[in-house]
């Protein structure tokens, strides 16, 4: 397998999922201004839309986005408890909370990523960030993880959109219970691998 990725992008979900995994796979590093590969050629050749991340199989099956790639890779390693079985109530819940990070974490951080995005926009945008923290906060009050007590694929794209908070001013210091939770996921293994591997940790 290959994952495209761009080093503190969207991408950093997956390649902890694949860590956390076990699974063998190769690195391709994507430039997120001219979509060159670090391995030579285009990356719109490879994905048209040009964004990361994206999985390709052995057989040169692509799959691209995020909550759909975690939740394939988390699918081919049952034991490890990456996601609850198909078809089961706790399944649509933590495909509930992909969709919720998707929409209402990841997609309210990319506005403010925008030099040209107006001022009173990105406030309007880190007001809304603010009341979905304040209801993930809520939620981890009495959960260690986002399905309870056990980490999934839902964790590791969460905590990889909310380090981006640092960076375009999103204060999260008055959620105590999301602080508490990123620093238990900052301290998985397979987690410090991922960010070292992106050179995100030194």
């Known amino acids: 397998m290959k994952l495209y990725y761009m ?5 950093l979900s997956p390649h902890i999922v694949l ?3 076990g699974l063998a796979f190769d690195k391709i590093k994507v ?3 001219t979509k060159a590969m670090d391995a030579g050629g285009d990356y719109k050749a490879v994905n048209p839309l040009g964004y990361v991340p994206l999985l390709e199989l052995d057989d040169g099956t692509r799959i691209t986005e995020g909550p759909a790639i975690v939740q394939y890779i988390a699918d081919k390693v049952p034991g490890k408890n990456l996601a609850p079985a198909n078809g089961t109530p706790e399944r649509t819940k933590l495909q509930s909370w992909l969709n919720f990070i998707s929409s209402e974490v990841h997609k309210g951080f990319s506005p403010l990523f925008n030099p040209t995005m107006p001022d009173e926009a990105k406030k309007f945008f880190r007001e809304r960030l603010a009341t979905r923290f304040a209801h ?3 939620h981890l009050a009495g959960n260690d993880y986002l399905l ?4 999934s694929v839902a964790d590791a794209y969460l905590f990889t959109v909310s380090n981006w908070a640092s960076r375009v001013d999103v204060d999260l210091s ?3 219970n999301v602080l508490a939770y990123r620093k238990r996921v900052a301290e998985r293994p397979a987690v410090q691998a991922a960010m070292k591997a ?4 030194k």
């Open 7 to 11: 080093p503190g992008a969207c991408s």
């Open 19 to 21: 860590n956390e995994a």
């Open 31 to 33: 430039d997120g201004k």
């Open 136 to 138: 993930v906060d809520k």
């Open 148 to 151: 309870g007590k056990n980490f």
């Open 174 to 176: 008055s959620f105590s």
């Open 198 to 201: 992106e050179g995100l940790l």
